[in-house]
């Protein structure tokens, strides 16, 4: 089993940044990927950005250059830099782990964080 606790969310204004942390607990030593997704309600949730344990990401193309994912393998906390916020970022935000190379549909997953970018 596999724990995971956001935090870091929060009301920020347009323009703002942000700093989400997930720390993960319990059968670590099996997690590879680790990153975050979005859900606003009434739509699916959706890739923000993922990190495997070697350094290797994926983003979604719409985040790029705004959004950085980044993890500390020695606390086994994946973090989410996010610049430039716009009132289409607010979403609760979701953290997710992967054992070694399974299907993403066995991801452990946390209970969310909830980030509003509004004036």
């Known amino acids: 089993q596999i724990q995971l606790v956001e935090s870091g969310g929060g009301l920020v204004q347009p323009g703002g940044s942000l700093r989400l942390s997930c720390a993960a607990s319990?059968?670590?030593?099996?997690?590879?990927?680790m990153g975050w997704h979005r859900q606003v309600p009434g739509k699916q949730r959706e890739l923000v950005a993922e990190i495997t344990k070697d350094g290797g990401t994926d983003y979604a193309d719409s985040l790029k250059g705004r959004f950085t994912i980044s993890r500390d393998n020695a606390k086994n906390t994946v973090y989410l830099q996010m610049n430039n916020l716009k009132p289409e970022d607010t979403a609760v935000y979701y953290c997710?782990?992967?054992?070694?190379?399974?299907?993403?549909?066995?991801?452990?997953w946390g209970r969310g964080t909830q980030v509003t970018v509004s004036s």
């Open positions: 319990g059968k670590i030593f099996d997690i590879n990927t």
């Open positions: 997710n782990a992967r054992l070694g190379w399974l299907d993403p549909k066995y991801d452990y």
